[in-house]
């Protein structure tokens, strides 16, 4: 059992590097955040007007903008079909606010559209979810009982986990175009600070890569350590 889930040559290689990664990822998120919060827009337009733009510039109503608590807690609601802003966006007029307010209004404008990808992501969110919580028990029920069955299931039951991944990053990309498509077509920001609002999003896109580099390391990690043992038996 230490084997398996502790320090391995495999988690080494090919796991710590993507972790190192992930943290470089949120720490470049969060310090491109916190340089350009402290930018103002030239228009003065907070992050819920830049969400209602985006709207407007899509034809989509019936959505509504709602304050929540937190910082960077920014997501939007399908099933409620409200964007929350958290405090550092909603009511500030930076140039992150506008840029992390357009994006989540990117994903209201996905569901509008009946966006393929983020529709695919809401239908197996249940399955992966239930994947991500029974691949642990899986794979220690069969290592316990020597049952290669279940060590099999438990590893396709974390490639679920896996593909939700897969899925979350074109969705998230797509959302970051949409939002900076409609920035710049209405004019919410400047040629200069557009950029700022650019680097925002591409920053935060980088911590979904990171995710699917660690969930795409731990699986190759699964099939390669129970791979070896079988060989073994």
């Not at 907070?46 to 985006?54: F, L, N, R, W, Y």
Request: with cysteine; glycine share 6%; hydrophobic share 50%.
């Amino acid at each position: 059992m230490p084997y398996y889930y502790g320090f391995d040559m495999y988690y080494l290689v090919l796991v710590l590097p993507c972790i190192i990664l992930a943290f470089w990822a949120q720490s470049s998120v969060n310090s491109t955040f916190n340089r350009y919060a402290k930018v103002r827009n030239l228009r003065g337009i907070t992050g819920a007007q830049a969400a209602e733009a985006v709207l407007r510039q899509n034809s989509v109503s019936g959505v509504r903008i709602e304050h929540v608590a937190g910082r960077l807690t920014d997501h939007y609601d399908p099933r409620t079909n409200v964007i929350r802003l958290s405090s550092a966006v909603y009511g500030s007029d930076s140039v992150a606010s506008v840029g992390v307010a357009a994006h989540e209004a990117g994903h209201a404008v996905q569901y509008a559209m009946g966006y393929a990808p983020i529709k695919l992501r809401a239908a197996i969110i249940p399955v992966t979810q239930f994947g991500s919580r029974a691949a642990l028990p899986l794979l220690l029920l069969g290592l316990i009982f020597n049952y290669g069955i279940l060590i099999d299931i438990g590893i396709w039951a974390f490639a679920l986990s896996t593909v939700f991944q897969l899925v979350t990053l074109p969705v998230e990309v797509n959302a970051s175009n949409r939002a900076l498509a409609a920035i710049e077509q209405t004019g919410l920001l400047t040629a200069d600070e557009y950029p700022m609002a650019q680097k925002t999003l591409r920053a935060a896109a980088m911590t979904y890569v990171a995710a699917l580099a660690v969930s795409l390391a731990q699986l190759l990690r699964l099939v390669l350590l129970f791979g070896g043992r079988r060989r073994n038996d």
